[in-house]
């Protein structure tokens, strides 16, 4: 009986064992393709290795396939996203915009107003980065230089939307 229980216990040994090297590996594989990806977002760009290597760590890795909704306009917005391949296309008046690798989108909502101002639909798979609304404000605060860049970009899409709007106020009468 002690000679079984002893084999069963090596048995479940050599299983955990192998299994805590399978995830380790499993985690090392998808930090190297994160790291990769992130890389190659313009925004990163600029970023030294180790702060790469802090974003690579908040970031979650989806992979979508074409035409589902990642936002719907109106809803409750955590967290913002990066193109790592593939591409978007943001449903905002008078016509709708695309986005390709490298570009973000959702930081409006984290940057103020929390609620999402357009849908955002896949136009092909794509791979997108997410990133939480409290990991996106303690890596802006330890890096201002990005959260420069990214208020610069927000500010500039609030400006055009404000835009659009005022445009459509003007001509919200007429015909066409």
């Known amino acids: 009986g002690i000679v079984m229980i002893c084999g069963i216990a090596t048995f479940g040994l050599s ?102 101002s357009a849908n955002v639909t896949t136009t092909m798979p794509s791979t997108l980065l997410i990133l939480d609304l409290a990991d996106f404000r303690t890596f802006t605060a330890n890096h201002p230089d990005l959260k420069r860049a990214i208020d610069a970009e927000a500010e500039r899409r609030m400006s055009q939307n404000q835009e659009v709007r005022e445009r459509q106020r003007a001509g919200g009468g007429s015909p066409g």
């Open 15 to 116: 299983t955990g064992i192998l299994a805590t090297g399978f995830a380790a590996e499993t985690r090392r594989r998808n930090f190297i393709r994160t790291w990769d990806l992130v890389s190659k977002v313009p925004f990163f760009q600029s970023l030294d290795p180790a702060a790469i290597t802090e974003i690579t760590h908040l970031l979650r890795l989806l992979e979508v396939p074409e035409r589902t909704a990642i936002i719907r306009r109106g809803k409750i917005g955590d967290c913002m996203y990066f193109i790592a391949a593939g591409e978007v296309q943001v449903d905002v008046k008078p016509s709708p915009v695309r986005l390709g690798p490298g570009a973000f989108f959702g930081e409006l909502a984290l940057l103020g107003d929390s609620v999402r």
